[in-house]
């Protein structure tokens, strides 16, 4: 059923989001956080998740999505609408700001934990462990901060709805789908429950094996696409970037211009702008190692930087400051491509309260450390002043480490039902490392309630996404924002 108004389980708003920070006293009992878990549902219960109606007061989702541009690239705005307005999916990877503030007038339990922010089911991936392992993982921590765990389950929960509906399934087959990934959610989280708190921070989910697992339940095509998406996975690394990125020029290798998509700093800008943007850049990676561990540190500084390039990147994210830098290492044969992307306020920060962090790019970090089982060792932060005389915060990583993507045009209804609850149970994983997991699991139950809820609200929820992209479109048509394809 739809809940309509507020209820004594909504999120009130207040004090900035304080309450929402606060984390079970470490010296409760396990009794005592799961009783705690299972008075949250006085609070909020788990039925009254069914459903989603815009509040009166809900913004214009266009101007939410134009406020987030002013800050942005101006001649890169019109590709993020370009890419924003091509489907309801594509809007709604861009539309995180949207649902932050449609989720903050929803139930809230009163237990948090670390959010991803932007739970959407293609920020779940492949990626390259520092061991050499394939695991599988978030990997998009932009707008992470502590808050309800409830409201990364419902982003990822409508993402597989929206991408259900592009794909032609049945509101049966999208509901199946949504139910088994937040079943996956709710059995992995009450497992964790029961395990030792080192267990739980080692635990990671290995492709090698969960390959023999998936397999039983694929058809050949999906066990042919998911060996295939591995094997191409393991290559996407910094040579295949480098391959694919630069060229030889005047003897040197330098990035190769692709605009709007990839320009390298001297197309970009000339003279003391140019001059300044590329020594603060070069000294960047001087700077951000103070960010890494020791022996990482003495890693990054056996590499030299040798090119600099502007890059677009993702859909939300376009826009934003993203540079590339070409390293190279012991010679012209061992590359180091690592990406420095602009770190803004998330955009849960209006609603849970701004970061302890005063580096939005060390935010984004330590977001990403607690979530993630295994993760880059390139991973830092650092500020950096601009030609325009601003400072901005920026976090560090590799471009490419062993990622692979699923493209879930090509899945069938069954092939998603096991992605999605590989995804439900990476997400437990990710909460159970920072949140109460005892409190998490006992206020979810062992029953489908929270399940059933949860889908309600992703129909109810891509039916509102729908109207939003529809919203962006006719401001497109009306030139009220200018859109580019790239």
Known sequence: MTRRGRNPGRNPGTNRGTALRRRAPAHLSPRERAERGRAARKRAPRSGHAGFEAVRTRPDPVAVVDAQSQTRVPELVPIRYGRMTESPFRFYRGAAAIMAGDLATTPVSGITAQLCGDAHLLNFRLLGSPERHLVFDINDFDETLPGPWEWDVKRLAASLVIAGRENGYSRKEQSVIVRAAVRSYRERMRAYAGMGNLDVWYSRADMEELQPLADRRLSAKGRHRLSRMMAKARSRDSIQAFEKLTRQQ???????????????????????????????????????????????????????????????????????????????????????????????????????????????????????????????????????????????????????????????????????????????????????????????AAYLGGGPVFDNAVSDFAESYADQNERDHAALVTAVRKGRVTAEAA
């Open 250 to 440: 005047d003897g040197d290798r330098r990035f190769a211009p692709d605009p709007p998509l990839v320009v390298p700093v001297d197309d970009l800008l000339r003279g003391a702008e140019h001059d300044r943007l590329v020594r603060d850049l070069g000294k960047l990676v001087d700077r951000y190692g103070r960010s890494l561990s020791t022996e990482r540190r003495q890693l990054l500084r056996q590499y030299r930087v040798v090119d600099i390039a502007r890059k677009v990147v993702g859909v939300g994210s376009v826009g934003t400051r993203c540079w590339i830098l070409l390293l190279l290492g012991k010679d012209d044969s061992d590359p180091l491509i690592l990406q420095a992307k602009e770190a803004d306020h998330s955009v849960l920060a209006e609603h849970v309260g701004e970061s302890e962090y005063n580096n939005q790019g060390q935010r984004v970090v330590a977001g990403q450390r607690l979530m993630q089982a295994v993760g880059d060792v390139f991973l830092g932060w650092d500020r950096v002043l601009g030609p325009d005389g601003i400072q901005r915060d920026f976090y560090i990583r590799q471009l490419h480490d062993w990622k692979g993507i699923v493209v879930p045009q090509v899945m069938v209804p069954n092939g998603m039902r096991v992605f999605a609850e590989l995804c439900g149970a990476t997400l437990a994983r990710a909460h159970a490392r920072s949140g109460d997991r005892i409190a998490i």
